[in-house]
Nanobody, 128 residues
Framework: QVQLVESGGRSVQAGGSLRLSCAAS????????MGWFRQAAGKEREGVAV????????YTADSVNGRFTITHDIAKNTVYLQMNNLKPEDTAMYYC?????????????????????RGQGTQVTVSL
């Protein structure tokens, strides 16, 4: 099993930037697809960005494309989400999630909320 611990969430003004971190431990060999999903109050979970570790290929949701970037540090077993030009609609609890896929084509943001391994979340609040 993989343990995931998020950090970096806080309150920020619109237009600002944040970097979220997700440290993975345990059986990380079962986590070759890692990413972030979010859930705003009263809304459904939304997959934001994923990275397929072996190829370093990344995929982001249309809602954040061009503003959010996902990266992975192999040495630290940590996934990062760099969020730029934040908007009030980005306000949500952000969760890190991990899954193992044999085929990279299955590693997509849409699947993130269903991943069995997830952290406790970190809150991001964007104000005007």
């Amino acid at each position: 099993q993989v343990q995931l611990v998020e950090s970096g969430g806080r309150s920020v003004q619109a237009g600002g930037s944040l970097r979220l971190s997700c440290a993975a431990s345990g059986d990380t060999s079962n986590a070759n697809c890692m990413g972030w999903f979010r859930q705003a109050a009263g809304k459904e979970r939304e997959g934001v960005a994923v990275i397929y570790i072996s190829s370093r290929s990344t995929y982001t949701a249309d809602s954040v494309n061009g503003r959010f970037t996902i990266t992975h540090d192999i040495a630290k077993n940590t996934v990062y989400l760099q969020m730029n030009n934040l908007k009030p609609e980005d306000t949500a609890m952000y969760y890190c999630a991990a899954q193992y896929y044999v085929e990279e084509r299955n590693c997509r943001p849409l699947r993130l909320p269903m991943f069995p391994n997830r952290g406790q979340g970190t809150q991001v609040t964007v104000s005007l």
